[in-house]
């Protein structure tokens, strides 16, 4: 942190706030049953270690420090960071001014296990996922909260338009639960649209019966050309004419399961096999 930025935080956190940044999506909830119920969203079971994105002004910070847990509040925001490392001292909390997407996430625990939460900033939540999605094998629960829109996404099923690249990625390796709304009216500034929490919890067997990197290119061309059946949207994959009989491929993306997607990424794999030979 620069020393002007540092020095120029500082005075405005003497007035006991701090201005929603519109460059960084911000939108401070200020409803402390929420926040209290969101805190309590985590389950806490098989890790002691909790990582906080975009704390804001610690609303719902105070509620996880009040917990049996390691809290690493990470924020973007000098103005935040200078916040809450004046409110709320607690020995339980350490602040960290980091971009989440480019932070290399073995520092926060070293190899331990921890969960993940917050309000999280609408213009890069779903990047927040993805980057989740890289460390798994480290994050067995992550709660929090998004555009309702969003969060619905993520939780969908299949046969719903709303389900997708997000919904079959995240749903290969965590059960995805839609807890409940939030209005606009309880954040400042107020959102123009509704917001959604939800909870992903890992699967106990979270390794993949395919190749991960190959479903994950399975699911975004498929999607790309939702309308289309997946015969056509996967030419790309250079389909062998037996393979091409298979009756999945008469199907449309959005009328399959995630077991039916990783079941196509292996049949693409065995056919990519075959036709090598």
């Not at 460059?23 to 909830?29: E, I, R, V």
């Not at 719903?160 to 690249?165: D, F, H, T």
């Amino acid at each position: 942190m620069k020393k002007e930025n540092r020095d120029k935080a500082r005075e405005n956190s003497n007035s006991e706030t701090v201005r929603a940044k519109k460059h960084l999506g911000q939108h401070f909830l200020k409803d402390e049953a929420i926040a209290k119920k969101i805190g309590d969203t985590l389950s806490l079971q098989g890790y002691k270690n909790v990582l906080e994105i975009g704390p804001g002004m610690g609303v719902l910070t105070k509620y996880l420090v009040e917990k049996d847990v390691a809290v690493i509040a990470m924020d973007l925001d000098t103005e935040s960071i200078v916040f809450l490392n004046k409110n709320y001292p607690n020995k339980n909390l350490k602040v960290i001014e980091a971009d989440f997407l480019k932070y290399d996430l073995s520092q926060l625990f070293g190899a331990e296990q921890f969960g993940i939460t917050g309000n999280f900033p609408y213009n890069i939540s779903t990047q927040i996922v993805f980057k989740m999605l890289e460390w798994k094998a480290q994050i067995p629960e992550f709660t929090g909260m998004f555009q309702k829109e969003v969060a619905q996404r993520i939780c969908e099923k299949e046969g719903s338009k709303a389900y997708g690249i997000l919904s079959v990625l995240t749903q290969a390796f965590y059960e995805a639960e839609y807890l409940f709304t939030v209005p606009p009216t309880v954040f400042n500034p107020p959102p123009k649209v509704d917001s959604g929490v939800l909870r992903l919890k890992r699967k106990e067997n979270f390794t993949l019966a395919c190749n991960e990197k190959m479903l994950y290119k399975v699911v975004k061309t498929a999607f790309q050309q939702r309308r289309k059946t997946l015969r056509n949207s996967l030419k790309s994959f250079n389909l062998s004419d037996k393979i091409k009989e298979d009756t999945i491929f008469g199907q449309r993306p959005e009328q399959l399961s995630v077991s039916q997607f990783i079941a196509l990424t292996q049949k693409l794999e065995n056919d990519a096999i075959s036709t090598d030979r």
